[in-house]
């Protein structure tokens, strides 16, 4: 009997040092104390030849409870294709009104923001945008300022990655997935957001995902010819097999009969949106299993551009 109150006492101090370190782990405590600041937007695509002046934004929401978020200072630091990093400086201060339990804040900057007081390899940044190159991107990191007087490094940041217009965040309008040639998910089974970044001026990393949500710890390669045309390599960029969900990736070219359900005679192709920007992917793909329950895996999905 009084082994087994010990290593019942035993059980409960584990689960109390659970418990505390999960709370040292949000940002500032306890959420429920409020001051808990949460970075909505992961990544910004910034578009070469948008202009110095042109304006981006990002989100920042604040669980605002006894503690309070009041402002927050943004820092950016700049990281080039090569790898080579910047000093990372002051970008700017936002305040928090501190009148709803839940805020939401919208933050705008420029190139000419991005650039100022950054340093690379003992030289600034160029004076004009269309001397980046695709891959530059900068960083951007949050410290909370809250009514108790604490300061507190966010974990997440935001990348802004350098690339060509078709990189950024998409929503799914329609899609579908079939497993072994049977509907099995739909569109309402896709992420709430897809994020694409450039490689290169024609190529493109999905950076999570193969197409439904269930599919997470995914990446693909896809490319957009001068005819917005969607293709998709063989390889990805380090010279390795393209695959999905750990399997042989397979397209409308690869194995036609294979992806007869996902459309291939009208799909893999860009729908521009010159007055919103808010283009459209419509794209076909999928895997090839080759155990177990073998046979293709096809996706079918319509994203579009997230405009903020």
Request: with cysteine; net charge negative; aromatic share 12%.
């Amino acid at each position: 009997m009084k082994k087994f109150i010990y290593l019942f006492m035993a059980i409960a101090s584990l689960g109390v040092v659970s418990c505390e370190e999960d709370d040292n782990d949000l940002l500032t405590g306890n959420n429920n104390e409020g001051g808990l600041l949460n970075v909505q937007n992961n990544l910004v695509a910034y578009v070469v030849g948008n202009g110095d002046d042109f304006e981006y934004s990002a989100g920042l929401r604040a669980f605002q409870g006894d503690v309070q978020v009041e402002s927050v200072d943004i820092y950016k630091q700049f990281t080039s294709v090569d790898g080579v990093t910047s000093n990372k400086v002051f970008l700017k201060n936002v305040p928090f009104p501190n009148v709803d339990q839940m805020e939401n804040i919208t933050f705008n900057f420029t190139y000419n923001e991005l650039t100022q007081g950054i340093v690379v390899n003992g030289q600034p940044l160029p004076t004009s945008d269309s001397d980046l190159e695709i891959g530059d991107y900068w960083t951007l990191s949050y410290v909370s300022k809250t009514s108790s007087g604490n300061e507190a490094l966010n974990r997440s940041t935001t990348k802004v990655a350098v690339g060509t217009r078709f990189a950024g965040n998409y929503r799914c309008i329609n899609a579908e997935y079939y497993r072994l040639g049977v509907l099995t998910y739909s569109t309402a089974n896709w992420p709430a957001s897809t994020t694409i970044e450039s490689v290169n001026s024609t190529t493109y990393r999905v950076v999570e995902y193969f197409g439904a949500a269930a599919f997470s710890g995914n990446e693909y390669y896809f490319t957009i010819d001068e005819n917005d045309v969607i293709g998709y390599p063989e390889n990805t960029p380090d010279g390795t097999p393209q695959s999905g969900n750990g399997q042989p990736f397979i397209t409308c070219q690869t194995n036609p009969a294979d992806m007869a359900p996902v459309y291939c005679g009208n799909s893999n192709y860009v729908i521009r949106d010159d007055v919103d920007g808010k283009d459209r992917l419509v794209m076909s793909f999928g895997y090839y299993t080759t155990s177990g329950a073998v046979g293709p895996r096809v996706f079918y999905q319509v994203l579009e551009k997230i405009v903020e």
